[in-house]
């Protein structure tokens, strides 16, 4: 097997995650992107530890799948705070840091 | 042969859940297409001899994250008029893809000048005892590190998450 297709592939998934950011007004579709772009991340380092034969790789991807949950716990009890707050999860409707028009 | 097979599987599985993700106008659906991406990811990796990070993205990630993330999606239960409008969805998908598939091309372009055979590896790698003999060695202070950003996601998690107690007195 060569290593060409899984370059291909995690490129395509950080794509696929970029282009979830960019298009959706979903916060929770926004943190189910960020979380396919790091996964893209830990597989293109898994791809390059195996090509190196080089165990340093997995365990960078060990961290970052704590980092991961980490990211998971933050963003979820943001999620939920505004659901609760706004009854919603359209990312246009939270505006509360925005400064107000006038004074701008 | 076979090899090449299972990783077309696994590919195919890996977009599929990833375009429902971005497809889906169901949060469920997308929590679900999260659950098949993250399943996915942890095949490749068996698939990479890496028995011990399929490990760890079974448990982690589609064990305890994708979980979590259902938790919430049924917690909030949103109804469907409380959604985000998005009339222009499909038209926003295809515009900021066009942008992005250069950024990607560039991505592709630069990882295959690297390209090298896989190398023939050691008959312990990628188990849980290599990893670990060099967690414990190497990486030992990013290791504390993640114990302590671990603690303070915690933290801050229980401090947002929380409903605020009003002092009516």
Redesign the interface.
């Given at each position: 097997m060569t290593p060409e297709p899984l370059f291909a592939i995690s490129t395509l998934l950080f794509c696929i995650g970029l282009v979830g950011i960019i298009s959706r007004r979903n916060l929770f579709v926004t943190y189910i992107s960020i979380e396919l772009m790091l996964s893209a991340v830990n597989l293109l380092l898994a791809t390059f530890s195996r090509l190196h034969g080089d165990s340093a790789g997995s365990v960078m991807v060990l961290l970052m799948i704590a980092v991961i949950a980490a990211e998971a716990a933050l963003f979820l009890a943001i999620i939920i705070q505004l659901a609760r707050s706004k009854k919603s999860i359209d990312s246009d409707e939270f505006s509360q840091l925005q400064q107000p028009r006038e004074s701008l | 042969m076979l090899?090449?097979s299972i990783?077309a599987l696994l590919?195919l599985f890996?977009?599929i859940g990833?375009?429902m993700?971005?497809w889906s106008r169901e949060?469920i659906l997308?929590?679900f297409?999260?659950l098949v991406?993250?399943l996915a990811?942890a095949g490749?990796?068996a698939l990479?001899?890496?028995s011990?990070?399929f490990l760890?993205?079974i448990m982690?990630?589609a064990g305890?994250?994708v979980v979590?993330?259902l938790m919430?999606?049924t917690?909030?239960n949103?109804k469907e008029e409380?959604?985000?409008?998005?009339p222009y969805?499909f038209r926003?998908?295809v515009?900021?893809?066009i942008?992005?598939?250069p950024?990607?091309l560039l991505?592709?372009r630069s990882?295959?000048s690297l390209?090298?055979?896989?190398?023939?590896?050691?008959s312990g790698?990628?188990g849980l005892e290599?990893?670990g003999?060099?967690?414990f060695t190497?990486?030992v202070l990013?290791?504390e590190i993640?114990s302590v950003?671990?603690l303070?996601?915690?933290l801050?998690?229980?401090v947002?998450?929380r409903?605020e107690i009003r002092d009516d007195s």
């Open positions: - | 090899e090449n990783f590919a890996l977009m990833a375009m993700v971005i949060t997308s929590a297409g999260f991406a993250m990811i490749l990796f990479l001899d890496n011990f990070l760890a993205q982690v990630t305890a994250v979590l993330s919430v999606v917690s909030i949103l409380n959604l985000p409008k998005e969805k926003w998908i515009v900021s893809s942008l992005v598939a950024f990607g991505i592709y990882l295959i390209h090298k055979s896989f190398a023939e590896v050691s790698y990628g290599m990893v003999d060099r967690l190497d990486w990013p290791f993640v950003l671990l303070a996601a915690m801050a998690a229980i947002i998450a409903k």
